[in-house]
């Protein structure tokens, strides 16, 4: 018999096709996780590109519809890279009246957050298996709360910089889909990586850094794992926070 994660794939690169932001890898599942893809993926999870596995509601235009996914109309908050779903999980819990909608390419950090979301009984997350600017391009304009990109990969090395999702034209993607006053929060251990957000938030003409330079670190982002792991090994961390100004030029 098949696992349940193995129902879950990408969509193959193409070569005239966006360049990923992110590196595709597998990884076995737990018994935990396994069933948690089994049971809870039909009521908190969809595919951002895989009709098989149920790809979300859609409005009339063809754009994921939010208030249908989540039973409410309400302001929501999209993580790009959830990562194993500590963060995302925590933040729901103390933040029950905003949505979250959390996208992960990698499968068991998928599965580990719908453990979490029903060990902590939330109603406010869901779930999507994908790439999360794929899924940006399906939300409606205008429509976002906040977009958190916590930790992505800095993609170190010069020849794999045009991989970093901090970059002008994925900014400029996600500012649109944010809200007038809207969010976009940043976190980083790779001071390099830091100084490339805070370029290209200043930059970006309809974001407006909520800071002189680097953000206080917020109280309501919690530390994960990953990010006592790089304090402990000496990494700083830069948080990084902007809004879309109300009339951004153009």
Not at 134 to 157: C, E, M, Q, Y
Not at 176 to 188: I, Q
Not at 207 to 231: C, F, K, M, S, W
Request: net charge positive; proline share 10%; hydrophobic share 40%.
């Amino acid at each position: 018999m098949s696992s349940p994660g193995s129902r879950f794939t990408h969509v193959p690169d193409r070569r005239d096709g966006p360049i990923r932001t992110f590196h595709p890898r597998r990884s076995p599942l737990s018994a935990e996780r396994s069933r948690a893809l089994t049971e809870l993926w039909p009521r908190f999870g969809f595919s951002v590109h895989d009709d098989a596995l149920g790809t979300g509601p859609r409005d009339d235009g063809g754009l994921l519809d939010t208030a249908a996914l989540f039973g409410r109309v309400a302001p929501v908050v999209l993580e790009i890279g959830s990562g194993m779903g500590e963060a995302t999980a925590a933040m729901a819990a103390a933040d029950r009246g905003r949505d979250y909608l959390a996208v992960e390419a990698h499968l068991p950090g998928v599965a580990q957050l719908l453990v979490l979301v029903a060990r902590a009984g939330l109603d406010n997350v869901r779930v999507a298996h994908g790439d999360g600017l794929d899924l940006a391009r399906r939300i409606t304009p205008g429509s976002l709360d906040a977009v958190h990109l916590f930790f992505p990969d800095p993609w170190p090395k010069a020849r794999h910089h045009k991989r970093r999702i901090v970059a002008p034209e994925h900014v400029a993607l996600l500012r649109s889909r944010m809200r007038p006053g809207g969010t976009l929060h940043c976190a980083t251990d790779w001071p390099p990586y830091a100084e490339v957000m805070l370029e290209v938030v200043a930059a970006d003409p309809g974001l407006t850094n909520a800071y002189d330079g680097p953000a206080p670190r917020p109280p309501h982002r919690p530390i994960t794992a990953y990010e006592r792991r790089g304090v402990a090994a000496g990494r700083q961390i830069t948080d990084v926070v902007a809004t879309r100004t109300v009339h951004p030029p153009g």
